[in-house]
């Protein structure tokens, strides 16, 4: 009250005071403090879930959807070894949210290497066996599964990897059926058409006598086609040291006659090292493709 009548007389004798008259009076003894709210920072955005639709396996499920029937896709075994060992698409792991069942699984093999003639087992069952790749590389299966009330899932893909077993591989296919090519791999030093050094249809179906004792340097012709557009496969699981030639000889009497792309690939321990097409029009006509250096591992085109 002094302070305040103090003030008044001042202003009124136009003197200011040596104080602030805006200063906020000091909270008294006691009185309790309101502190300030501490300020909040803003929740952040959840992350965005994103199902790639594949596992390390291989393996692969749709993105979940609540209304529909999640399809869930794999295959077993993988990787396999063509052209014989079988591989089996399996979709019994899909399922429907909402618990009705399931009545149909459309598989279909939406990718396969070029060349490939392999199609996917017929069928409606989540199961589908007995797949047989005939070339090395990848195949990709896509599966869609369908429930009673007639709702359809989202598809799911899984890749089968076809590695060959041995160490050398060489594959063969053309384009245009009808026209009879025949792979040949001539042994280090060897000839075409010599029955002991030329791997081909009328030598090397049950294999050859190549090299060191025993059979693991000995060639095998596994596929031969003849109507069709291939492929072929000559192999060898542990070559002797030298170098492998490999042609490709137009059969005669074929009744397409027309130029036809022919391509030959190698694989060297399940590596892909050399792939080559080549126009071939000429009965009866050997065209060479590839200088195989087993000492070095290397590829040669001719």
């Not at 393996?59 to 052209?83: I, M």
């Not at 791999?185 to 179906?205: E, H, I, K, V």
């Not at 036809?260 to 690939?265: C, G, I, L, M, S």
Request: hydrophobic share 30%; charged share 25%.
């Amino acid at each position: 009250m002094k302070r305040s009548l103090l003030a008044m007389l001042l202003v009124s004798a136009g003197c200011t005071p040596d104080y602030d008259l805006q200063k906020e009076a000091e909270p008294e003894e006691g009185a309790e403090e309101l502190e300030e709210a501490p300020e909040v920072d803003e929740e952040p955005e959840p992350e965005e879930i994103v199902d790639s639709g594949d596992t390390a396996d291989g393996s692969g499920s749709a993105v979940p959807d609540p209304d529909l029937p999640v399809a869930v896709c794999d295959v077993s075994p993988n990787p396999v070894e063509p052209p014989f060992e079988t591989a089996t698409w399996d979709g019994s792991g899909s399922y429907d949210p909402e618990g009705h069942d399931i009545v149909d699984y459309s598989w279909a093999l939406v990718s396969a290497p070029s060349g490939s003639s392999v199609r996917m087992p017929t069928g409606s069952d989540a199961m589908r066996g007995g797949f047989e790749p005939d070339l090395a590389g990848e195949y990709v299966g896509q599966l869609v599964v369908r429930t009673d009330d007639d709702r359809t899932s989202a598809p799911c893909q899984v890749t089968l990897q076809s590695i060959p077993a041995e160490d050398l591989w060489v594959e063969m296919f053309w384009q245009h059926s009808g026209d009879d090519m025949d792979l040949h791999m001539l042994a280090p030093g060897g000839t075409l058409d010599d029955r002991s050094t030329d791997c081909y249809f009328a030598t090397c179906t049950g294999g050859m006598s190549w090299g060191a004792s025993g059979t693991a340097d000995d060639p095998y012709l596994d596929l031969d086609d003849i109507p069709g557009t291939g492929p072929e496969n000559i192999n060898i699981a542990a070559p002797s040291a030298g170098v492998y030639t490999v042609y490709v000889h137009d059969y005669p009497g074929s009744r397409y006659n027309n130029d036809n792309a022919v391509t030959v690939r190698v694989y060297i321990n399940g590596t892909k090292l050399y792939d080559e097409t080549k126009t071939i029009n000429g009965e009866d006509d050997y065209t060479p493709f590839a200088a195989i250096d087993w000492s070095s591992g290397s590829v040669t085109p001719l």
